[in-house]
């Protein structure tokens, strides 16, 4: 779906229109740079995809999710189409811990990254974790990279990308890899951010 921002729509807002355009609003955040009324365009382009597609039919919200943020992209946000992806999904969801005290933690379920089994699923595993973190890194450039990156379903991710090579050494190693290479990013992104500190990365399989 590519959408047209020049295309305006003036039809009453549905439900769906309203939920979209604050689900963008609240998760893109600085990473978006039109105003309110390209939003509310771009929702309804998306609504209008859908009934012309799919007859009105019910459609997973995932979808509507992945369709606005392919919109968004399609004209030159793809930093805020990727933000909306990540958090629009559930693939990343802000959470408590008494674990992490006053540290804000980010929970990355790696299990929704897995991809299909014909796909060269290490190769595109790792080169999208390092999107997915680059998507969220914002998140702690106001506590100057206090916080943490709570990493589930390790293990079993793990051993998917694995297959019939794993056994419980070669899991609990690709497990660690893992995590090393969410700590080597993040390092990176200090860096480049100018943080004070690195973001902790912590498996909460354990």
């Known amino acids: 779906m590519i959408w047209n921002p020049n295309t ?15 689900e963008i609003s609240e ?3 600085d990473d978006l740079g039109m105003d309110h009324g390209k939003i509310e365009d771009l929702a309804c382009a998306v609504e209008s995809f859908l009934e012309r597609e799919h007859n009105g039919a019910a459609v997973d919200s995932r979808y509507i999710v992945m369709l606005a943020s392919k919109a968004l992209s399609s004209v ?17 969801k802000p959470s408590e ?51 943490v990156l709570g990493l589930k379903n390790i293990f079993s991710t793990a051993l998917a990308l694995l ?3 794993s056994n419980s050494k070669n899991i609990a190693v690709l497990g660690e890899e893992i995590k090393s290479v969410c700590e080597r990013k993040l390092e990176q992104i200090c860096r480049e951010r100018k943080w004070s500190q690195v973001p902790r990365v912590m498996n909460l399989d354990i």
Not at 76 to 92: D, I, K, Y
Not at 126 to 141: A, C, P
């Open 27 to 29: 998760v893109c955040g």
């Open 97 to 147: 811990w008494e674990v992490t005290g006053k540290d804000s933690l980010l929970v990355l379920d790696l299990k929704e990254m897995m991809i299909s089994e014909d796909s060269p699923l290490e190769l595109v595993f790792f080169g999208s974790l390092g999107i997915v973190i680059d998507s969220i890194s914002e998140i702690w450039d106001k506590a100057g990279g206090q916080g």
């Open 8 to 22: 305006r729509f003036q039809q009453e807002k549905s439900p769906l229109v309203s939920n979209l355009v604050a």
């Open 163 to 165: 297959g019939n090579e």
């Open 76 to 92: 030159g946000e793809g930093a805020a189409g990727r933000r909306l992806l990540v958090f629009g999904t559930g693939l990343v």
